[in-house]
Structures are given as C-alpha cells and as structure tokens.
C-alpha cells in the first residue's frame, strides 16, 4: 500500500495547493492527465467544506487529506478539525433538495462516500488505471484487481 498525506490551513486561498498534491500523485502514479479533473472535483468540494463549515475558516486550523493506493483505486480521507455535522440528514436527502450541494456532487463522482467522527472527516474511493516504480520493476494496476509486471525498460 502507498499513502500520501498533506495537511493545508484553512484558508480557502490555498486550494490551489490541491492541484500540485494532485499533481504529484498523477506524475508519481503515472495517471493519465485525463483523471486530473475527476480526481480534482471531489477533492475540493470536500476540501472547501472542510474549511468553511468545519474549521469556519479559522487559519489556526488544519485540513488533513490522506490518500492511499490500494489495487486500482484511489482512497482519499479529508478531515477538519470542526464538531462534524449531521450527515446522516445528508444521506437521507431527496436527489432534488442535494442538487446543489457540493457533497452530491462527490457522491456522484466517486464511490464509497462515508462519514466518521461525527461528520469531520469524509472518505471516498476512485478507480482509475495506474502504474508506479518498484524498483527495476514496473508495476502496472489495472481495472478488476490485475496486475501485470514488466522490465522498466519494456513499452507499456
């Protein structure tokens, strides 16, 4: 398992610090720059309730964003040092009342939204396809679990 972490204060000025973490994680991973926008949505949606509603855009407090490899999928954990919120009055929302909320569109975007410590922390899993160094080794993850390891020097 790989994991990255990178904690951002509360200041809805340093999103754009989301993008070189996202980066990094494209270029380490090897991802098609195609994913960077997919990637991209969830995160901030998450990220910037993060700040405003859960840290209230206190600068003395922190978003922790961890993400972690794990087969073909991406597993991102955001979490806000806020009480949480009702979430569970999120999920019993009709499609119609959740149309413009940031969070609707993270549920649609990913899989497996979840909530814990009240509300403050929000997880969510993206498959997509991507290969990383090992060694003289290059692994490639592809879709339903596969993996396929060739010499470095071979095309892929």
Not at 95 to 117: H, I
């Amino acid at each position: 398992m790989f994991y990255l972490q990178m904690s951002l204060q509360s200041d809805l000025s340093k999103l754009s610090e989301i993008d070189f973490f996202l980066e990094n994680i494209i270029q380490q991973f090897e991802i098609k720059d195609d994913f960077f926008g997919i990637l991209n949505v969830p995160l901030n949606e998450c990220v910037k309730n993060a700040i405003i509603h859960g840290n209230g855009c206190n600068p003395d407090k922190k978003v922790l964003i961890e993400v972690y490899v794990e087969q073909s999928k991406l597993f991102f954990s955001i979490t806000d040092e806020g009480v949480g919120f009702d979430y569970n009055s999120f999920l019993q929302q009709s499609v119609e009342c959740l149309k413009n909320n940031g969070l609707f569109l993270v549920e649609m975007l990913t899989e497996n939204l979840s909530f814990a410590k009240d509300g403050a922390q929000v997880s969510y899993e993206i498959e997509v396809p991507f290969s990383f160094s090992a060694g003289d080794k290059r692994v490639d993850i592809l879709q339903q679990s596969q993996v396929r390891v060739e010499n470095s020097k071979a095309k892929i």
